[in-house]
């Protein structure tokens, strides 16, 4: 059903690592959220998933997506809405600029993370594990509507 890849290899390995079988179902709901390239919400990824496999379940797409959170292979962010987006885990840091007129989520590079993660266990003794930055604002485009 799925090309074994390097990445769904890597995805089976880990699952296989924390007791979890590796089934068609969690295979096709992180390869929706790779192809996705990230910030899907779960209803956009049972919509696209039962496109694929019409027998799978909202829920089924639920429990895939906590259990690949608590594994750690998928990351959970939160854009002021009242739904979660998720995306593969990257494998570097970035941060999250979210436009409040259309929606859109532009992911960048900066080492304001790294600093934080340095400076604040030195200046407040606080061990940082995570870092999510989202910055809230309005893309180019939305910028130029505004002003009109």
């Known amino acids: 059903m ?4 390097i990445k769904m290899n890597s995805s089976r390995r880990k699952l296989n690592d924390a007791g979890k079988r590796f089934t068609p179902q969690r295979a096709l709901v992180m390869d929706i959220i790779r192809q996705g390239r990230g ?3 779960a209803d956009e990824i049972f919509r ?3 496109e694929r496999e019409s027998r799978l379940s909202l829920s089924t ?3 895939t997506l ?3 959170k608590e594994l750690d ?6 854009f002021g809405e009242n739904h979660h987006h998720y995306e593969a885990k990257p494998a570097r840091e970035h941060h999250h600029l979210v436009c409040l007129g259309c929606g859109r989520v532009i992911e960048f590079s900066y080492p304001l993370s790294r600093y934080l993660k340095k400076a604040v266990p030195e200046m407040k003794g606080f061990d940082i594990n995570e870092v999510e930055i989202s910055v809230a604002g309005y893309c180019d485009r939305c910028r130029r509507a505004r002003r009109r």
């Open 73 to 78: 292979m998928v990351d959970e962010l939160h």
């Open 48 to 50: 696209r998933a039962r």
């Open 2 to 5: 799925y090309s074994g890849s």
């Open 61 to 63: 797409v639920y429990r």
């Open 39 to 41: 910030h899907l919400d």
């Open 66 to 68: 906590h259990m690949l």
